[in-house]
């Protein structure tokens, strides 16, 4: 999966992905259903959780630098977690295959995975930059 | 109701913080397990707790089992959070001391559910806490006069009795009984000989040191308990309160009766809290023999022997 750019091209890539039965980039429902539809709380998790997020995604590559599977497992487990609760669908499949495969101690298709999730984090940001990073 | 919730993430943390407060829970978010854990071993701790199994450090399950080690009447209710869904690890949660867990990423009904169930235990527990001490206090209490029953006062005495052994102090035991009270039974019925023994209660209540144990020992028979006392302040409390009853008739009814009290009092030597009631019981009948009204004190236990 290569990186998108440009904002026509993202959605539609979106669409496809949905069709193709990929998991979406962002799903709001996903949080607004957890809050029991609070606006106002979602806008303000999904804030904290663009924030945090790269860090955690910094964390992981770190921790494949340094050839720690264990705790690029965790961290990679983090972002799942937190992808998941938020509706970052798509983040949440390639955390997912990348805490898998530091489980399985292939820490050089997890350091691919790392890099396709900064992609999936970008095209994350981009969309939820075109919603005034609110859902 | 307060909820503990222990989560490494921040996103998940602040996300189960809101769900939790829309709830209606008073929220207290930690980020590690052995931030919990101090909060769950605080003072009015939370009594429900919702832990992440995976964190850095002490996971959820560690603290399980440190929280379970402590004795206490309130435990809290634990609700383990796992991504880690099989049979295993199911096990291994609950039989560190978890009550329930919650797979993640978790449905937000289900979650909501569990945890009211353990509100109700939680209410539940305190609930027959506070039965249970009312049951404790009614069991040591003389349901007519309302002062410590035979098995308190004496369990009383045996406890006043350690510990005057222990620390080397001395302690009294006075041993009232109402002068000539079948009388007022015969003459005027149980009621006013209830009247009666209620009325002798108020009166020594009255005089009695704030440290001072008074019980019930049986029919017209009380027990007083002066920790600390030798044989003049016991003789000074046994006098305040034998005047206390005489110096006025207790009016019943309209009937006025001119009750006195003997008592018989001894200090404690090196016997038992029974050797003790059984010189002070004769030290009493002493003051019958002597004319009633009175108070006498046993020989001391070391004069004696």
Redesign the interface.
Known sequence: MSVRTGQAHEVQARVAATDAGEPPVFDEAV?L????G?RE?AA??TA??LK??PLQAAALHEALAAGDAALAR?QA??L???S???GAEALRAVAYRAELACAGGSLQEAGELAEELDAQLRRLQDELGEKGGAP | MRVLIAEDDVTSRLLLTRVLESWGYEVTATKDGAEALQALQAEDAPRLAILDWMMPGMDGVDVCRRVRVRETLQPPYIILLTALGDTESVVTGLEAGADDYVGKPYDPDELHARLEVGRRLVELNDELLEAQHALEILARTDALTGVLNRGAIVEELEREAERAAREGVPLGLGMLDIDHFKLVNDTHGHAAGDAVLCEVVRRVLGVMRPYDSFGRFGGEEFLVLVPGSGERELRDVLERIRSVIGSAAIVVDGHEFAVTVSLGGATRGRESADGLIARADDALYAAKEQGRDRVVLAVSAEEES
């Open positions: 949080l259903h957890l809050l029991g609070d709380s303000e998790i904290e959780f945090d997020a965790r487990h983090t799942k977690g937190a998941a609760n938020v």
